[in-house]
């Protein structure tokens, strides 16, 4: 079946330090893709929108210019969190839909656990 | 503003016994609703619902959704311990918007 890789799976890192997540669809082409972030015990939350070759849309209340999203393929998206501080330590998923089957279930990668010490 | 909201938040079950795991929703351009199951990782997809009252069925698992009442129950029979996870309910517009989630523990 289809799948994205997620990557890297844990980050431990210096408050100040800018970390980059990457997502890719390995086996299938996926116009968009979704930045998700979960917050323990919580559910997911939806960040941006992730669209090939065109700017992300942001959810209301997340900063642009703090998560920054880059599309450039139609199997790859990155998810830089910019000058990360403790408050920014989560769990970030990403998940992408198949170009070819737009009603069909989104395949998630198996996160990012973001640790900012 | 959408919405999809579970209840209970949190169910603690002997092996054996029963859930029902529910979900309601406020949207616009509702597409689907899905299931996923979450444990350590990422969510694992589980059901997949456009119509009303079809039932989807996996095992121990069904699911329905009622449209016109705005509501999806999952279902689980049986419980096994390898059941405890957190399960999410999520909503399919031109975005997927989770529900809150229900945990799930199931002690032997």
């Known amino acids: 079946g289809a799948v994205v890789s997620q990557h890297p799976s844990r980050v431990i890192c210096k408050s100040g330090t800018s970390v980059k997540i990457e997502c890719r669809s390995l086996?299938?082409?996926?116009?968009?893709m979704f930045w998700y972030r979960q917050f323990p015990k919580q559910s997911l939350m939806l960040m941006a929108t992730?669209?090939?070759?065109?700017?992300?849309?942001?959810e209301q209340g997340v900063e642009k210019d703090k998560f920054l999203i880059n599309h450039a393929s139609l199997t790859l998206s990155t998810l830089t969190v910019t000058s990360a501080h403790p408050e920014d330590s989560s769990f970030y998923i990403c998940s992408a839909r198949d170009i070819q089957t737009l009603n069909q279930p989104q395949h998630f990668g198996d996160g990012t656990r973001l640790s900012i010490l | 503003e959408d919405k999809v909201v579970q209840s209970p938040l949190s169910l603690v079950v002997h092996e054996g016994d029963t859930v029902t795991l529910n979900c309601s929703y406020e949207?616009?351009?509702?597409?689907?609703l899905l299931w996923y199951k979450q444990e350590k990782k990422a969510p694992t997809f589980l059901f997949m619902l456009t119509s009303s009252g079809i039932e989807k069925k996996s095992g121990r698992l069904s699911s329905i959704l009622d449209k016109k009442e705005l509501f999806s129950i999952l279902n689980i029979t049986a419980t096994q311990t390898g059941d405890s996870a957190i399960y999410l309910c999520a909503v399919a517009t031109d975005k997927l918007i989770f529900g809150t989630g229900t945990r799930l523990q199931v002690f032997p």
């Open positions: 992730s669209n090939e070759g065109s700017k992300a849309t942001y």
């Open positions: 949207v616009t351009n509702f597409r689907s």
């Open positions: 086996d299938f082409q996926a116009t968009t």
